[in-house]
T-cell receptor, first 115, second 115 residues
Framework: AQSVTQLGSHVSVSEGALVLLRCNYSSSVPPYLFWYVQYPNQGLQLLLK??????LVKGINGFEAEFKKSETSFHLTKPSAHMSDAAEYFCAVSRGSGSARQLTFGSGTQLTVLP | GAVVSQHPSWVICKSGTSVKIECRSLDFQATTMFWYRQFPKQSLMLMATSNEGSKATYEQGVEKDKFLINHASLTLSTLTVTSAHPEDSSFYICSAWAGDTDTQYFGPGTRLTVL
């Protein structure tokens, strides 16, 4: 069984400050991990993903995440928040392989960026 | 690339009627598509996995006779909510699996309101 825990349902940061969104996972097999962003009334957009190889993954919009197996974590960071980063962020872990790869999502973190 | 569309983006219907939602992969072929449901302020819950040319696989607790899924081509999957009731009101999101990038791409979602 696989699960994802996102610590903090709401995170507020000032514009220009560091963004840190926490994600811990549980997986019985080597995980594939994902971060998605959702703007109001829209679908999900992939920010970045970890499959194998380099543990520091860079994504779009200046975001990056580091896979830490010893801590079962995949936290999302961005050095300097922008107002346009305000959205809901979901961490996900996949099960299955190839076309059967199903995603299990965390409960989400609402990021607010203060001016 | 890797664009997924959904139609309609929102629909309002009367209780007891059926509603069909389309999910299309616009620039790639998807042997597998997924249907999710999202309640307000909550995460995405996988409803079913749709496989081209075969029956869908439903998650536990999802009524297959109520949520009919058809994946007739490599670019189209449909979800039909039969005999809809107010409790079926939700945000329905589909995703399509792209084999070349081994990534799920999400549609913009369909807001269903049942009166």
């Amino acid at each position: 069984a696989q699960s994802v825990t996102q610590l903090g349902s709401h995170v507020s940061v000032s514009e220009g400050a560091l963004v840190l969104l926490r994600c811990n996972y549980s997986s019985s097999v080597p995980p594939y991990l994902f971060w998605y962003v959702q703007y109001p009334n829209q679908g999900l957009q992939l920010l970045l993903k970890y499959t194998t190889g380099a543990t520091l993954v860079k994504g779009i919009n200046g975001f990056e995440a580091e896979f830490k197996k010893s801590e079962t974590s995949f936290h999302l960071t961005k050095p300097s928040a922008h107002m346009s980063d305000a959205a809901e962020y979901f961490c996900a872990v996949s099960r299955g392989s190839g076309s059967a790869r199903q995603l299990t999502f965390g409960s989400g973190t609402q990021l607010t960026v203060l001016p | 690339g890797a664009v997924v569309s959904q139609h309609p983006s929102w629909v309002i219907c009367k209780s007891g009627t059926s509603v069909k939602i389309e999910c299309r992969s616009l620039d790639f072929q998807a042997t597998t598509m997924f249907w999710y449901r999202q309640f307000p302020k909550q995460s995405l819950m996988l409803m079913a996995t749709s496989n081209e040319g075969s029956k869908a696989t439903y998650e536990q607790g999802v009524e297959k006779d109520k949520f009919l899924i058809n994946h007739a081509s490599l670019t189209l999957s449909t979800l039909t909510v039969t005999s809809a009731h107010p409790e079926d009101s939700s945000f329905y999101i589909c995703s399509a699996w792209a084999g070349d990038t081994d990534t799920q791409y999400f549609g913009p979602g369909t807001r269903l309101t049942v009166l």
